[in-house]
T-cell receptor
Framework: GAVVSQHPSRVICKSGTSVKIECRSLDFQATTMFWYRQFPKQSLMLMATSNEGSKATYEQGVEKDKFLINHASLTLSTLTVTSAHPEDSSFYIC?????????????FGEGSRLTVL | GNSVTQMEGPVTLSEEAFLTINCTYTATGYPSLFWYVQYPGEGLQLLLKATKADDKGSNKGFEATYRKETTSFHLEKGSVQVSDSAVYFCALSENNDMRFGAGTRLTVKP
């Protein structure tokens, strides 16, 4: 099956620094990737929809300047948490749809756990 | 906007019990509906899907029927196993807008 890889899987950083998380579709091209934040009680919150070659579409309440998303190619999207603070500590998950349209399955990355000290 | 509401957990069942996890949705048109599962320590993966009204998705003994009249996509399994312990997410997709429910943690005890 299709594979989506996230890197790094775990990252610890100091408050005020920036962290970049990569999401790659390894064996297919993804025109759209999604970024989620998973909270401790398991809810999955959509942060933004990343479209190759255009600006990401952010969900209400998600700060665009804090969570920078770049989808520079059909196989790579990056999420940069700028000036991270302890409240940004969370589990971030990306997903990609292999086929265009709503019927296609999403393939998920393994997730990246961010801890901000 | 579109949204998904699923029953709150956690759900604890004995092995071979019947499982139902309720899911209802709100959408402006005709979304595709999905159930994803997250096993302990793993990422989310597709369990089953239905792309139009009255379709039934099924996989690994799980079933869900797309009910447009009740805007529901309830997940069922006739006899759960310990290995079914996981978090289950109901989701919809419409116009490339993907939404997930909050997830329901299922624990099956031997």
């Amino acid at each position: 099956g299709a594979v989506v890889s996230q890197h790094p899987s775990r990252v610890i950083c100091k408050s005020g620094t920036s962290v970049k998380i990569e999401c790659r579709s390894l064996d297919f091209q993804a025109t759209t990737m999604f970024w989620y934040r998973q909270f401790p009680k398991q809810s999955l919150m959509l942060m933004a929809t990343s479209n190759e070659g255009s600006k990401a579409t952010y969900e209400q309440g998600v700060e665009k300047d804090k969570f920078l998303i770049n989808h520079a190619s059909l196989t790579l999207s990056t999420l940069t948490v700028t000036s991270a603070h302890p409240e940004d500590s969370s589990f971030y998950i990306c997903s990609a749809r292999r086929l265009a349209g709503d019927t296609g399955e999403l393939f998920f990355g393994e997730g990246s756990r961010l801890t901000v000290l | 906007g579109n949204s998904v509401t699923q029953m709150e957990g956690p759900v604890t069942l004995s092995e071979e019990a019947f499982l139902t996890i309720n899911c209802t949705y709100t959408a402006t048109g005709y979304p595709s509906l999905f159930w994803y599962v997250q096993y302990p320590g793993e990422g989310l993966q597709l369990l089953l899907k239905a792309t139009k009204a009255d379709d039934k998705g099924s996989n690994k003994g799980f079933e869900a029927t797309y009910r447009k009249e009740t805007t529901s996509f309830h997940l069922e399994k006739g006899s759960v196993q310990v290995s079914d312990s996981a978090v289950y997410f109901c989701a919809l997709s419409e116009n490339n807008d993907m939404r997930f429910g909050a997830g329901t943690r299922l624990t099956v005890k031997p």
